[in-house]
T-cell receptor, first 113, second 115 residues
Framework: KQEVTQIPAALSVPEGENLVLNCSFT??????LQWFRQDPGKGLTSLLL?????REQTSGRLNASLDKSSGRSTLYIAASQPGDSATYLC????????????FGTGTRLKVLA | GAGVSQSPSNKVTEKGKDVELRCDPI?????LYWYRQSLGQGLEFLIY????????KSGLPSDRFSAERTGGSVSTLTIQRTQQEDSAVYLC?????????????FGDGTRLSIL
């Protein structure tokens, strides 16, 4: 059974720091891994989707890497800003014929001004 | 609209009542998903629609939960005889198709509170 874990559960950093969020999954048979952002009281906003054949994806200050064989992904945020404060979720789509995503419980990030 | 729309945004009801939650997906999106997010828990898959049919209902927690989709568009999630443990945020997502790398686009959710 696929399980997704995110560490740390919460993180507080001063503005301007570079930071790394971690995601691990137990079954390497996946189609893709997706990173989402969730603001309080809101739904999920897709940040980056990494296909199983890819190693990384970049969008602006965000860079996500995927090491499928070791079951790990990282989300790197450069030069953090207070507006980056949110909960970050990773999710994997198993390569098992299902169309659902399996989510981690998220990392709650606070960037201090 | 441009995004996935869910209504109501908040619902408070008494234990034992039935509730209906609505999801209006992005126009043209054939796939629709319901998830549940409980306090301190990750998102839990409930059900998936392709068109009007539901090939995967494996996440529905009990027979009190049901969902339908009509016209390949709007979907309704119904919870009968609500219990306090049903309190959660119910999120709907849609995608353009079921291709393996189609991203899912989420609505803002319905926050359900059972008294």
């Amino acid at each position: 059974k696929q399980e997704v874990t995110q560490i740390p559960a919460a993180l507080s950093v001063p503005e301007g720091e570079n930071l790394v969020l971690n995601c691990s999954f137990t079954d390497s048979a996946i189609y893709n891994l997706q990173w989402f952002r969730q603001d309080p009281g809101k739904g999920l906003t897709s940040l980056l989707l990494i296909q199983s054949s890819q190693r990384e994806q970049t969008s602006g200050r965000l860079n996500a890497s995927l090491d499928k064989s070791s079951g790990r992904s990282t989300l790197y945020i450069a030069a953090s800003q207070p507006g980056d404060s949110a909960t970050y979720l990773c999710a994997v789509r198993p390569a098992s014929g299902t169309y659902k995503y399996i989510f981690g419980t998220g990392t709650r990030l606070k960037v201090l001004a | 609209g441009a995004g996935v729309s869910q209504s109501p945004s908040n619902k408070v009801t008494e234990k034992g009542k039935d509730v209906e939650l609505r999801c209006d997906p992005i126009s043209g999106h054939t796939a629709l998903y319901w998830y549940r997010q409980s306090l301190g828990q990750g998102l839990e898959f409930l059900i998936y629609f392709q068109g009007n049919s539901a090939p995967d209902k494996s996440g529905l927690p009990s027979d009190r939960f049901s969902a339908e989709r009509t016209g390949g568009s709007v979907s309704t999630l119904t919870i009968q005889r609500t219990q306090q443990e049903d309190s959660a945020v119910y999120l709907c997502a849609s995608s353009l198709g079921t291709g393996r790398n189609q991203p899912q686009h989420f609505g803002d959710g319905t926050r359900l509170s059972i008294l």
